[in-house]
C-alpha cells in the first residue's frame, strides 16, 4: 500500500526528538545537544579547511607553527614547512579550572538497572569472530612535534583530530567509591554460559584454624614513600559482610565515576554533572587541597636492580603449602622498583641491544627489508612487567623509550605519539563483573598491572602518584579463594581488561540497538544494480545482527521525495509514506517506523525482498540526500544508534545539494585538488547527530564525482566510516559486487558500542594535545563515539611538558565506556607501560619506524589540507632529512660517508617514499578527486597494521610454495613465504608472485611460469589461455592449489576489509596498477628508492 503524505496530513508535524535529546553528557559516554549549539565551537576534527559559517568545534583555537627555514624537495633550494610544532586542524585550549565546592551526596538520574550477577562465575575470556570469508604557511626548523607557544596568534583550526595545549590544563576532580560493598562476578563476555566455580561475596570469614597469609608471587612496582612508614593494619576478617559497611562509608565517597552526577563528597572533591566526570576528569584530576589527604613524599626514582624473586619472597610457598604469616598485620611491600632491565644497569648503561645502535649505510645496504613481517621493538623493561604489557596490536607508541625531556624530544627530531586500535577483536578478553571498580581518587586512573602496593591497603597511583586506599572487598581475590592478595587480582594482573560499569556509569538507562539503513532509489542508483546486493545480504543476516529483544530497525528511501516504511505489527505488508516537501521534512508515524527487529521480523523480510523491484521504472534522477538525512536524525534522536546510508550520485535538491567542482570523468590536476568541504551542512548534521548518539556510515557507490570532501563529514564527525566502491555496477564490475557482499557482512555482524566515549590519560609530566580520527572532541579531552566499532583506530600526539628525569618508567592508559549491543554498559581499559631514558642514543633505540610513519601519515592529511598537498610532502620528506641530521650530528661519533641511519630507523625513507607515492599525497598523476580523499579517509580511521599494508604492501613469489616454516591453523597449513622488495628486479618470468597491498590483491603471473603452477594452480592448459578477466582461483584437487588457496584465504581473514584478487598476464589492463605499487622503482612522476636516499643525503649534508 502507497499513500502519499503531504505535511498536513501527518500526525506530527515535526519529529519526537525536537522536544527530546539524549540525557547523555559523559566522559566515556554521551552529550547534551545545547553543547553542540554554542556558538563557542570551533571547527572541530577532520581534514577539511574552514568554510565561511561552519559549524565550530567548541572553545577552541589552533596555535600557528613556528617559522624558520626548511628543506627542499627533491633538491630544489626553497622554503619549506616542516611538521615541527605542527598541531594539523587542532585547538589549543584553556579550560578554567573547576572550583572546589563541599559536596553532598550523589543525586542519581534514571539509571539502568544492571542484569543480576551471574552466579558460579570466575575469570573468563570473551570471543569475538573475524572476517571469513594552496595556502602558503611561513617554514620553519625547530621541528618539536609539540604544541605551539601559547603566546602566537591563533588560526582556525579544523581537521578530526583536536588539539589543546597543556599549559593551561584544568584540573578535574571526582573521587571513587572505594569502601562501598561489592559483589564481584567474574562473567564471560555477553551472551555467553556462566561458568562454574563462582564467587559471589556476602562476607568472608576463614576456616577454623586458618592463618590468613599474604605471599606475592609477581614482582610488584613501584616503590614505598621515602620518609614515610607504612601504616600496619591489623589482618582480621571482617566481622560482617561487605554488605554491611556502614552508610557513611557510602556517603564518604562520589558515584561518580563515569556518569552525570552532580554531587559533592566530605574530602571537597567537585564532581561535574556530565560524562566528562562520570569517567573521571581529563588529563590529571587534582583533589581539593584543603582536604586531600597529605601523601609521604613520593620518591619516583625506579631501582634498575630486579630480582626474579624479590627479598621477602623468596620464601613463599607454592598455594596449597604452608604459607609466610603476618604477626600482628599486614607488612610493608618489599617491592623492587621498576624500571629498565637490570642487566643494562649492571653494564654501566652499556645497551643490551649493541646491535640496534649500529648504523649502517641506507646506500650500501640496500636489501634491507625483512622477510617478515616487521615487530614493533620491545621496551627495555623487566620481563616480569613486560610480560603484563599491554598488546602493541591496541595501543603503541611511537618511541618505545620515552625522553626524559622536551628538550630532548626536539632534539632527536622524532613525533611523540600513540596509535591505538582501542575496540579491536580479542580472542582472550578478562571481564570483570564489580559493583566498585578501583580507581584513583585524584587522576581517575584504573588500577592496572603498573601501579605500586606499599602494603596490603594502600597502592600508589602510577600516573599521578596518589596514595590510594586498597577497598575492603578488593582484598579478597575469588580466582585464588586467597584474602589478602590485591596484588593478585585480574585487574593488577591484565593490562587490557573490560569491566562491567555499575548502575554510577549511566545517565539512562542503556539504549537498544537501533538501525536504520537510508537507501538512494533514484533511477542511477537503481541502474548500479546495488540495491539487489544491500537488501540480499541484509536480508541473510537480520538474524546475525548485534542486539537483543530490543533491537530495532527501519527503513528510508529517496529520490526527489523521501519514503518512509510503517511496519507496525499487525499489517499484512510494508506501507510505503511519501513524504514530498523536503524543504521542511517531518516524520509521518514516527512510532511505527521504527520497529522491534523479532516482532515484525516478517515484515522486514517482506519488504526487503520486494524493494529492489519496487523502483524498477523510475526516471527520477534528482538526490534529496540533505533532507534525508535530516529525517533520519529526527528519527533516530530519541534513542540513538546507527544510520546506514548508502548513495550513487552528487545530491541534487534540498539542503546540502552540491554542484560539480571537477569535470565530469576529468581527474584532477595537481593545481586543481579540492580537499575541503564545499558546504557545512554535513558538518553541522553529524555534530548534531553526536549529540543524539546518532553515527552516520556512508556506503557512496559512484563511477561520477560525488564530492566526497564534502560527504564525508557526516561520518567524520559522528564517528561513522566511509565506503567507497568505484564504478559500482552489478554487471560491469563483478568484482565489486562480491567486495560488497563480504563488506557489508562483516558490517552488519561486527560487534558494536553504542553511546561511547573514550579517554585516554597519561603520566604526570607528559601532555596529549593532538587527536585523530573519526569522534567529535567533547570537554576539551574527550572523545564522543556514538559508535565505536572494532575496526577503527586513532592516533594521538604528545609533548613531554615537564621534566621526568625523576621517573624511570611512564605509563599511558585508554579508557572505552560504551554500551554493548546487549545492553550492558561496559568499560574496556588498556594500560601501557615505557621506560625513560636520558641519552638520545636510546631515543633513536627504542623507536618504532612504523608508529612513527603512522602518525607522520595522519599529521600530512591535516597539512594537505590546513596548507597544501606540496607542504605535506615537503614537511614529510624533511622529517626524514631532520631525524638523519640530528643523529648523524649528535649520535655518531666517528663521522662516516654516505647516509648513516640506526637500525630501528632504516626503513623510515622507504616508508615515507611509500607515502609519498600512496594516491592520498600523490603528485604529477591524475588521480580522482573521490579517491584521494578515499584514501585520506582510511588514512585517519585505520588502524596501523592495516594502514601500513595499503601504504607498503607485501611481494610473495608463490608458484613455489613448501610446507617449510607453515603455520598450523585449524587443522590447516598455512605457507610463509619471505616477503620481496617492491622492486621489479626482484620478479622473474619464471615465477608467479602475490602482492597484497590490503584492500587489493594482485597475482602476476610471468611469461615463462612453470607450466606446473599454471595447470594445478590456475586450472589452464598454458600461459596463452589465462583469461585477461581472470579473477578468482578455481579449487583443484592439488597440493599446490591448495597451499595456494590456504595462503590466500589466510591473508583475507586478516582484515576487516574483502580485498580483490587480480589475476594478470604481462599485457593485462591491471599490470599499471601493480607497477604502480612497486615502490622502490621510478614512475614518471616520482624518485625510485635508491634516487630518494641520494636526495636525503644531499639534503642531511648540507
Known amino acids: 500500500m502507497t499513500a502519499g503524505l503531504s505535511p498536513g496530513s501527518a500526525t506530527c508535524k515535526k519529529c519526537a526528538c525536537a522536544t527530546s535529546s539524549s540525557p547523555f553528557r559523559c566522559e566515556e559516554g554521551p552529550v547534551q545537544s545545547p553543547l553542540m549549539n554554542s556558538p ?489 544494480g546495488y540495491l539487489n546486493t544491500v537488501c540480499k545480504t541484509v536480508l541473510d543476516n537480520l538474524d546475525l545482527v548485534p542486539g537483543n529483544t530490543r533491537t530495532k530497525i527501519g527503513f528510508i528511501t529517496f529520490d526527489s521525495t523521501i519514503h518512509f516504511y510503517s511496519l507496525q505489527e499487525g499489517l499484512s505488508q510494508p506501507q510505503m509514506l511519501i513524504v514530498s516537501d523536503i524543504e521542511d521534512v517531518f516524520i509521518p508515524m514516527p512510532e511505527n517506523l521504527l520497529v522491534n527487529l523479532n516482532e515484525s521480523k516478517e515484515l522486514i523480510q517482506d519488504l526487503l525482498r520486494t524493494l529492489p523491484q519496487m523502483f524498477t521504472n523510475s526516471l527520477e534522477t534528482q538526490s534529496a540526500l540533505g533532507p534525508a538525512l535530516q529525517a533520519a536524525f529526527k528519527l533516530m534522536s530519541p534513542t540513538g544508534g546507527r544510520i546506514s546510508v548508502f548513495q550513487t550520485q552528487l545530491p541534487t535538491l534540498g539542503v546540502g545539494a552540491l554542484k560539480s567542482r571537477e569535470e565530469p570523468n576529468q581527474k584532477a590536476s595537481a593545481k586543481d585538488i579540492h580537499l575541503t568541504p564545499s558546504t557545512d551542512f554535513y558538518k553541522k548534521l553529524a555534530l548534531d547527530c553526536s549529540g543524539q548518539q546518532v553515527a552516520v556510515d556512508l556506503f557512496l557507490l559512484s563511477g561520477q564525482y560525488s564530492d566526497l570532501a564534502s560527504l564525508g563529514c557526516i561520518s567524520r564527525y559522528s564517528a561513522g566510516s566511509v565506503y567507497y566502491y568505484q564504478s559500482y555496477h552489478q554487471q560491469h564490475n563483478p568484482l565489486l559486487v562480491e567486495k560488497l557482499q563480504k563488506e557489508l557482512k562483516r558490517y552488519l555482524t561486527r560487534k558494536i558500542g553504542f553511546e561511547a566515549v573514550m579517554r585516554i590519560r597519561c603520566t604526570k609530566g607528559l601532555s596529549i594535545h593532538t587527536f585523530h580520527g573519526n569522534f567529535f572532541v567533547r570537554s576539551t579531552d574527550l572523545l564522543s563515539l556514538p559508535n565505536v566499532n572494532p575496526d577503527a583506530g586513532y592516533a594521538v600526539q604528545m609533548s613531554v611538558e615537564e621534566s621526568l628525569t625523576d621517573m624511570q618508567v611512564v605509563c599511558f592508559q585508554s579508557a572505552l565506556l560504551y554500551t554493548s549491543s546487549k545492553g550492558e554498559r561496559r568499560i574496556r581499559v588498556h594500560t601501557l607501560c615505557l621506560p625513560v631514558v636520558s641519552q638520545l642514543s636510546d631515543v633513536y633505540l627504542g623507536a618504532d619506524v612504523q608508529a612513527i610513519t603512522g602518525l607522520l601519515a595522519n599529521m600530512a592529511v591535516d597539512r594537505s589540507v590546513s596548507a597544501s598537498l606540496s607542504d605535506a610532502r615537503d614537511a614529510l620528506v624533511n622529517a626524514i632529512v631532520d631525524s638523519l641530521s640530528a643523529y648523524r650530528s649528535s649520535v655518531l661519533t666517528i663521522q662516516q660517508p654516505g647516509l648513516m641511519a640506526p637500525i630501528s630507523l632504516r626503513l623510515f625513507p622507504l616508508y615515507v617514499l611509500a607515502l609519498l607515492k600512496q594516491k592520498a599525497f600523490q603528485t604529477g598523476t591524475n588521480i580522482r578527486s573521490d579517491d584521494r580523499i578515499f584514501t585520506m579517509c582510511q588514512v585517519k580511521n585505520q588502524p596501523l597494521v592495516y594502514l601500513m599494508l595499503m601504504m607498503h604492501p607485501n611481494l610473495y613469489r608463490i608458484d613455489n610454495l613448501t610446507d617449510e616454516r607453515a603455520l598450523n591453523i585449524n587443522d590447516r597449513t598455512i605457507p610463509q613465504p619471505p616477503i620481496l622488495q617492491l622492486s621489479a628486479e626482484k620478479l622473474n618470468r619464471d615465477g608467479a608472485y602475490l602482492m597484497d597491498a590490503g584492500s587489493v590483491m594482485f597475482l602476476w603471473v610471468g611469461k615463462n611460469c612453470g607450466q606446473n603452477f599454471i595447470n594445478n594452480v590456475l586450472g589452464v592448459p598454458h600461459y596463452a589461455s589465462i583469461p585477461h578477466n581472470l579473477a578468482q582461483l578455481p579449487e583443484l584437487d592439488t597440493a599446490e592449489s591448495s597451499r595456494v588457496l590456504a595462503f590466500i584465504s589466510w591473508l583475507r581473514e586478516q582484515r576487516p576489509f574483502f580485498p580483490i584478487l587480480y589475476i594478470l598476464r604481462d599485457e593485462s589492463p591491471w599490470k599499471p596498477s601493480f607497477l604502480q605499487n612497486m615502490i622502490e622503482d621510478r614512475t614518471e612522476s616520482a624518485l625510485s628508492y635508491y634516487e630518494f636516499l641520494l636526495h636525503i643525503q644531499q639534503q642531511v649534508n648540507k
Not at 486 to 494: A, G, I, L, T
Request: hydrophobic fraction near 30%; charge should be neutral.
Open 40 to 528: 563557542h565551537l570551533s571547527d572541530g576534527q577532520g581534514y577539511n579547511s574552514l568554510v565561511p559559517g561552519m559549524y565550530s568545534q567548541q572553545v577552541a583555537t589552533k596555535n600557528p607553527l613556528h617559522t624558520s627555514s626548511g628543506l627542499s624537495n627533491y633538491g630544489v633550494s626553497q622554503n619549506v614547512p616542516q611538521f615541527s610544532n605542527y598541531q594539523g586542524p587542532g585547538q589549543t585550549l584553556n579550560r578554567p579550572p573547576v572550583g572546589s565546592a563541599s559536596l553532598a551526596t550523589a543525586q542519581q538520574g534514571p539509571v539502568a538497572q544492571m542484569p543480576p550477577p551471574l552466579q558460579n562465575s570466575v575469570v573468563v575470556s570473551s570471543s569475538a569472530g573475524t572476517f571469513h570469508s594552496g595556502v602558503n604557511l611561513p617554514a620553519h626548523s625547530n621541528w618539536q612535534y609539540g604544541h605551539a607557544p601559547l603566546n602566537q596568534p591563533t588560526m582556525g583550526s579544523q581537521a578530526n583530530h583536536f588539539a589543546h595545549g597543556a599549559a593551561t590544563r584544568p584540573l578535574l576532580s571526582s573521587t571513587v567509591n572505594t569502601n562501598a560493598s561489592t559483589n564481584y562476578n567474574y562473567v564471560s563476555s555477553a551472551g555467553g554460559p556462566p561458568v562454574q566455580n563462582s564467587y559471589t561475596k556476602p562476607g568472608f570469614v576463614p576456616l577454623p584454624g586458618s592463618q590468613l597469609t599474604y605471599s606475592p608471587v609477581r614482582p610488584p612496582i613501584g616503590t614505598a614513600p621515602i620518609g614515610s612508614q607504612a601504616s600496619i593494619w591489623p589482618l582480621a576478617p571482617p566481622a560482617a559482610p561487605p554488605a554491611s559497611i556502614t552508610s557513611q562509608a557510602l556517603q564518604n565517597s562520589s558515584t561518580t565515576q563515569e556518569g552525570d552526577v552532580a554531587s559533592t563528597a566530605s574530602d571537597g572533591l567537585l564532581v561535574q554533572n556530565n560524562y566528562d566526570t562520570i569517567e573521571g576528569g581529563g588529563f590529571l584530576a587534582s583533589a581539593h587541597t584543603a582536604s586531600a589527604p597529605q601523601n609521604p613524599k613520593t620518591n619516583r626514582h625506579v631501582g634498575s636492580a630486579y630480582p626474579t624473586l624479590p627479598l621477602g619472597y623468596q620464601n613463599a610457598s607454592p598455594s596449597g603449602g604452608p604459607r609466610m604469616q603476618y604477626p600482628g598485620g599486614p607488612q610493608q611491600f618489599p617491592q623492587p622498583c621498576l624500571g629498565t632491565n637490570p642487566l643494562a644497569a649492571s653494564m654501566g648503561g652499556l645497551s643490551l641491544q649493541p646491535e640496534g645502535l649500529r648504523p649502517i649505510n641506507l646506500l650500501q645496504e640496500r636489501n634491507i627489508l625483512p622477510a617478515t613481517p616487521l615487530q614493533p621493538p620491545i621496551p627495555n623493561l623487566h620481563e616480569d612487567i613486560q610480560k603484563l604489557n599491554c598488546n602493541p596490536e591496541l595501543f603503541r607508541c611511537t618511541l618505545t623509550n620515552i625522553p626524559q625531556t622536551q628538550a630532548l624530544l626536539n632534539k632527536a627530531k622524532l613525533p611523540l605519539g600513540l596509535m591505538l586500535h582501542p575496540f579491536k577483536d580479542l580472542s582472550q578478553l578478562p571481564v570483570v563483573t564489580s559493583s566498585t571498580i578501583v580507581r584513583c581518587r585524584s587522576c581517575r586512573t584504573y588500577i592496572n598491572p603498573f601501579v605500586s602496593f606499599l602494603d596490603q591497603r594502600r597502592w600508589k597511583c602510577n600516573l599521578c602518584y596518589r596514595v590510594n586506599d586498597v577497598p575492603e572487598e578488593f582484598m579478597y581475590n575469588p580466582v585464588t579463594r586467597v584474602y589478602g592478595e590485591p596484588h593478585k587480582r585480574p585487574e593488577v594482573q591484565n593490562a587490557t581488561i573490560e569491566f562491567m560499569a555499575p548502575s554510577e556509569y549511566m545517565l539512562r538507562p542503556p539504549q537498544p540497538p537501533v538501525y536504520l539503513f537510508v537507501f538512494d532509489v533514484s533511477h542511477n542508483a537503481i541502474e548500479t
